[in-house]
């Protein structure tokens, strides 16, 4: 128990050393929701099954954002060779996982209240709020499961900066899709999103299976 404590204390002093970085990625957010606004909604209001769409594709970008900045922090430090030696792969593996999902959620809440001030068609009630959350929060526990696992990979290679992207992309549009497919039914139809939940919850668990084998068998 001691142990991971210590481990996930250690992970959000890791988050804590790239403030700079959260903040670059709140800015980022906040450009890309600006131009969104200032580039379609022009006289008119866009409706929200089209606002659900950009705003999982902004989930999408920062995820990828933070996810190598958080990733890059304790690489480029060598803590991680330390905690080889003391820490089963998997262990750390899910951990830091788990703990950048808490930062990208913490940026996804920012988002939507973003979102409501930039554009009429996008309030949220109580249950509102919660519908965004109940797929938000196993797609970003996804995204963060594969983006660990493959930073692994892209680390041992010269163009870590164009692999890390190019392996995730083309690997969690699944997650897109289904995500934003439930968030669609939840809101514009009378139809039950609850496989639609399982089946994002059975990719979290796919992924984290994955990437946890990975993080054994695959030498440093």
Do not use: D
Request: hydrophobic share 55%; aromatic share 16%.
């Amino acid at each position: 128990m001691q142990l991971l404590k210590a481990l996930i204390l250690k992970e959000f002093l890791l988050i804590g050393r790239t403030k700079n970085g959260i903040l670059s990625t709140i800015v980022l957010m906040l450009a890309f929701i600006f131009i969104f606004h200032y580039s379609l909604e022009k006289g008119f209001s866009l409706p929200l099954q089209l606002l659900i769409g950009l705003k999982w594709s902004t989930v999408f970008i920062l995820s990828f954002v933070f996810i190598g900045q958080s990733v890059w922090e304790e690489r480029e430090s060598g803590a991680h060779q330390i905690n080889q030696l003391f820490v089963p792969g998997y262990l750390t593996f899910l951990i830091k996982s788990m703990v950048i999902c808490i930062g990208i959620l913490f940026l996804e809440i920012i988002m939507l209240f973003l979102f409501v001030i930039f554009f009429e068609s996008f309030s949220i009630s109580a249950q509102g709020f919660l519908g965004h959350l109940t797929f938000l929060v196993p797609s970003t526990l996804s995204l963060s499961f594969l983006g660990v696992a493959l930073s692994r990979i892209s680390f041992s290679t010269r163009l870590k900066e164009i692999v890390l992207p190019m392996l995730l992309i083309p690997l969690s549009l699944p997650i897109f899709l289904v995500g934003m497919e439930a968030e669609r039914k939840f809101f514009f139809t009378e139809q039950n999103t609850l496989n639609n939940f399982f089946l994002l919850c059975a990719l979290s668990i796919f992924y984290g299976s994955i990437g946890s084998f990975l993080q054994e068998l695959l030498p440093e």
